[in-house]
């Protein structure tokens, strides 16, 4: 069965950095384009991040642009999120989440979810 | 600008049916979503992918309890036969070239 573990989170002061991975399991990791959302406390979900099956595209939220940036080894089914100039407004749990198979260019949408990592900024 | 639209609370009772809505900003009529449920200090769940023709995909182990439907730029999923595990955080989902979005998320309360 597809499983997506997410790991790395933690406290981390304002203005340093943290990279979360996320292990895929049970799919053909280096066929699906891959996201990171996240949620803050008592709040809604918020894309962060999306790569393409092999990598070559990337897309980001305007909250994150030129801090965050997503990557993945698709030989060890791995997709990461480098979170550099962490703020307070970044403090969330972070879910990787899979998009589907039959997404083709661009984004899409997430058809499975990691159970989270707590990433928590504060002096 | 891609927006999704969504009420923050319904509640219904249990064994009942109730409509989640969803709406697309103007000019996005035609846009698919996906439905996302949130269970109490749960990650989200994948529900279904609801397309502009109103067929609708569940994913993996999704009860038939669990529908989509649409009508213009509202986009609908209806839950049938409430039980109390359906309580909790309904989000719609959707996408575009190089943007995803999110709604802010409907909290069910099962009466």
């Known amino acids: 069965q597809v499983q997506l573990v997410e790991s790395g989170g933690g406290v981390v002061q304002p203005g340093r950095s943290l990279r979360l991975s996320c292990a895929a399991s049970?799919?053909?990791?280096?066929?699906?384009?891959m996201h990171w959302v996240r949620q803050a406390p008592g709040k809604g979900l918020e894309w962060v991040a999306s790569?393409?099956?092999?990598?070559?595209?990337?897309y980001y939220a305007d909250s994150v642009k030129g801090r965050f940036t997503i990557s993945r080894d698709n030989s060890k089914n791995t997709v990461y999120v480098q979170m550099n100039s962490l703020r307070a407004e970044d403090t969330a749990v972070y879910y990787c989440?899979?998009?589907?198979?039959?997404?083709?260019?661009?984004?899409?949408?997430?058809?499975?979810w990691g159970q989270g990592a707590l990433v928590t900024v504060s002096s | 600008q891609l927006v999704l639209t969504q009420s923050p609370s319904a509640s219904a009772s249990l064994g009942a049916s109730v409509k989640l809505t969803c709406t697309l900003s103007?000019?996005?009529?035609?846009?698919?979503i996906a439905w996302h449920q949130q269970q109490p200090e749960k990650g989200p769940r994948y529900l279904m992918k609801?397309?502009?023709?109103?067929?609708?995909n569940r994913g993996d182990g999704i009860p038939d309890r669990f529908s989509g439907s649409i009508s213009g730029a509202e986009r609908y999923l209806t839950i049938s036969s409430l039980q109390s595990e359906d309580e909790g955080d309904y989000y719609c989902?959707?996408?575009?070239?190089?943007?995803?979005?999110f709604g802010g998320g409907t909290k069910l309360t099962v009466l």
């Open positions: 790569i393409w099956s092999d990598g070559s595209n990337k």
């Open positions: 049970g799919f053909t990791f280096s066929s699906y384009g």
């Open positions: 103007s000019g996005h009529s035609r846009y698919a």
């Open positions: 989902q959707t996408w575009g070239t190089d943007i995803v979005v």
């Open positions: 989440a899979r998009a589907p198979q039959s997404c083709s260019g661009g984004t899409c949408y997430s058809d499975y």
């Open positions: 609801l397309d502009s023709d109103g067929s609708h």
